[in-house]
């Protein structure tokens, strides 16, 4: 009895886990076209003016894309 409470508790916590990460990605691209045009802005900047804004490309990178940059 013990054994299958154990085993039934753990579905919702996988199906919780399996949905947040539909949505997260659902979200993510939602996103994706707001991404593409401040990535096309970022292409027409030079590195001096990126460095007059005390920024460097990488940061710009990641502060864009979140966690899922991989630069």
Same mark, same amino acid.
């Given at each position: 009895? &013990?054994?299958? @409470?154990a085993t039934t508790s753990?579905?919702?916590? &996988?199906? *919780?886990? !399996? ?7 659902? !979200?993510?691209? =939602?996103? /994706?076209? @707001?991404? /593409?045009? &401040? @990535?096309? *802005? ?9 460095? =007059? *804004?005390? @920024?460097? $490309? =990488?940061?710009? !990178?990641? $502060? /864009?894309?979140?966690? *899922?940059?991989?630069?």
């Open positions: 009895m &013990a054994y299958t @409470t753990r579905l919702p916590g &996988a199906l *919780r886990r !399996i949905g947040g990460g539909i949505l997260d990605t659902l !979200i993510w691209i =939602a996103n /994706i076209q @707001t991404m /593409i045009d &401040a @990535t096309e *802005r970022l292409t027409k900047l030079s590195d001096a003016d990126l460095q =007059a *804004r005390g @920024t460097t $490309r =990488a940061a710009e !990178i990641q $502060r /864009i894309f979140g966690p *899922r940059a991989h630069y």
